[in-house]
């Protein structure tokens, strides 16, 4: 019988697994872009990192199981207007019909009406 290892689950924060966002986050998601997939129950394909237009970089740039694209926005911090507004350029900018946004915190929103 092989030897099998098994670890412990923790949660850690994505900072203390992932030090860098673009050189450390952003590559290991587009190699496991069926983690994301799984999760969100979105197929998932051909994730393309650093997608341009104009003068904004999408982190990944994906397709659906239709061929649609998909904008991946990674902020592995708290959620914010600056990032928020940069999804809504790629959700336009590409004609896509979904974006995912990782953030490490949601920042609560109070709507007044």
């Known amino acids: 019988m092989d030897h099998v290892s098994i ?14 966002e673009a050189t450390d986050f952003t590559p290991w998601l587009q190699e496991n872009i069926a983690v994301l ?15 341009s237009t104009g003068s904004f970089k999408v982190d990944l740039l994906a397709e659906d199981r239709s061929g649609d694209p998909v904008v991946i926005e990674n902020q592995l911090a708290s959620s914010d207007h600056d990032h928020l507004g940069k999804l809504l350029t790629y959700l336009v900018a590409f004609e896509a019909k979904t974006a995912i946004w990782i953030v490490s915190t949601v920042r609560n929103c109070r709507i007044i009406s």
């Open 7 to 20: 670890s412990k689950l923790r949660r850690a924060a994505l900072k203390d697994v992932w030090p860098n």
């Open 37 to 51: 997939s799984d999760t969100v129950d979105i197929a998932l394909s051909t994730p393309e990192r650093e997608q």
